[in-house]
């Protein structure tokens, strides 16, 4: 008795107006890169960087991305598109599915390289900001293998299995794990865990984007396990097993020797960011703080002038400045001379009175 599952798509490719194909795959990807770029723009202006670099360098490490993702896959399941029966122009249909985070990760990094040299900054801090990003981007890519009714593991009958109705390309059938779900919902924790690992170690010189790389590759390596898809094996295992290992220890191996050689977090992401003209909000947040100085300048200045009259005034007379002492003094041989003056007049006016009041007496 079917309880519950999770269906598929009808069809992964929609018509607009009957001309125009619109494939969920590329959907899937498209948002994911958007979603990757506007979290690793909020991030890098966080640590200093200025507001469009991880999209300028975004736009070279995007194209090598699909390139080396595709490659991978190509290389890694030939016989799809080389074995006898098969067309090899299908090898470059990336719409129909077929990227290998491997390769992607690699040429990325490459395309990646070139955007910071061309923009002098450091490729393991932008690497940083980007990471979570990145995790995000595979979170939402996931489902475009949904589209595609691919990536799906072995048969089961969880309420939450996807109902696969596709019979092309040897597929049965039938209702299975939904791996890409898995491989979504792992990819989310793994951005959380990079954010929340930032905030928690102030992690810088690239050892974010390691712990990103080997906690993708620790929950790869039980989904990959969990696939029936044609892959290549080696000693028992896919060889996607196999990279998901070799993969996690080079990440765990990178943050043990950086922690000890670099520890911390860079200081300076962007050279010149903060002296340099920023637009939208960055020259928001750069005016905000310019009239805050000034204010704050403003009332330093005229909380020094009121201290220094009350000083002034309650200062003893020696401690005075000289000028105001010459002053003082003007002032006080100025008013004795007045005094002595209009004491003599006083003296002698009193003087003629008495002579006349002598005189009087006389003739009387």
């Avoid at 712990?211 to 029936?228: D, K, P, S, T």
């Amino acid at each position: 008795m079917e309880i519950a599952y999770i269906p598929s798509p009808s069809r992964g490719v929609y018509e607009l107006f009957g001309v125009i194909p619109l494939r969920g795959y590329a959907f899937c990807i498209i948002i994911g890169v958007f979603v990757a770029v506007w979290l690793g723009n909020r991030r890098w202006i966080a640590r200093g960087g200025r507001p469009g670099t991880v999209a300028d360098i975004a736009v070279w490490a995007v194209p090598f991305g699909l390139v080396g993702g595709r490659l991978y896959h190509v290389i890694t399941d030939y016989q799809l598109y080389f074995s006898e029966g098969q067309d090899w122009v299908d090898a470059f249909k990336i719409w129909e599915g077929g990227l290998g985070i491997w390769g992607a990760i690699a040429f990325g990094a490459v395309g990646a390289w070139i955007g910071c040299r061309s923009r002098g900054v450091p490729l393991p801090a932008w690497a940083d900001a980007l990471a979570p990003g990145i995790a995000l981007a595979q979170a939402i890519g996931r489902w475009g293998n949904w589209f595609n009714q691919e990536l799906y593991g072995r048969e089961t009958d969880l309420p939450w299995a996807l109902h696969i109705t596709s019979s092309t390309d040897g597929r049965v059938p039938g209702y299975y794990h939904p791996t890409f779900l898995y491989e979504s919902l792992w990819c989310i924790g793994v951005a959380v865990l990079v954010i929340w690992a930032d905030r928690r170690f102030k992690l810088g010189h690239g050892r974010a984007f390691a712990l990103y790389v080997a906690a993708y590759c620790a929950g790869r390596f039980w989904i990959e396990a969990m696939r029936v898809d044609e892959a290549h094996h080696f000693l028992g295992m896919r060889l996607n097993e196999w990279t998901s290992i070799v993969v996690f220890l080079l990440a765990v191996l990178y943050i043990v020797l950086s922690a000890r050689r670099r520890p911390g977090r860079e200081e300076v992401v962007e050279p010149g960011a903060s002296d340099g003209d920023t637009d939208d909000d960055g020259a928001a947040v750069k005016l905000d703080k310019k009239s805050e100085e000034e204010d704050s300048e403003t009332k330093d200045s005229e909380a020094k002038k009121s201290e220094g009259k009350k000083s002034d005034a309650g200062k003893p007379e020696d401690e005075k400045p000289e000028a105001e002492k010459e002053t003082l003094e003007k002032e006080t041989a100025e008013a004795d001379s007045g005094s002595s003056e209009s004491e003599t007049a006083d003296s002698s006016s009193s003087a003629e009175a008495k002579d006349e009041e002598a005189g009087s007496a006389k003739k009387a």
